[in-house]
């Protein structure tokens, strides 16, 4: 069984900064999805275990995944958080295979989620 624990949520105001990070193993690529309330989960970004990555439309060019030992980060680039990415992040795991990316089917394992709030 394996067990993902978020961390580095928080409430920050528009074009502030955070730090996402996941602490997994054995993974063969790891994905962060975001649920906005009353909105479907959506894939934000994901990294392969050989440092491929991949970013859905909407964050691309503002946020960065990257991976160090065990450690999954997800993080924006120039404080650049807008209010439209108020939403509980989720990372996920996925252990054998090489596909990767935004579709939620495609991991095995999930965290419990940590808020984000940009006002």
């Known amino acids: 069984h394996v067990q993902l624990v978020e961390s580095g949520g928080g409430s920050v105001q528009a074009g502030g900064s955070l730090r996402l990070s996941c602490v997994a193993s054995?993974?063969?690529?790891m994905g962060w999805f975001r649920q906005a309330p009353g909105k479907e989960r959506e894939g934000v970004a994901a990294?392969?275990?050989?440092?491929?990555?991949s970013y859905t439309d909407s964050v691309k060019g503002r946020f960065t995944i990257s991976q160090d030992n065990a450690k999954i980060t997800l993080y924006p680039q120039m404080n650049s958080l807008k209010p439209e990415d108020t939403a509980m992040y989720y990372c996920?795991?996925?252990?054998?295979?090489?596909?990767?990316?935004?579709?939620?089917?495609?991991?095995?394992?999930w965290g419990q989620g940590t808020q984000v709030t940009v006002s």
């Open positions: 996920a795991a996925k252990m054998g295979g090489l596909a990767c990316g935004h579709k939620s089917s495609l991991y095995d394992y």
């Open positions: 054995g993974y063969t690529c």
């Open positions: 990294i392969r275990a050989d440092g491929i990555t």
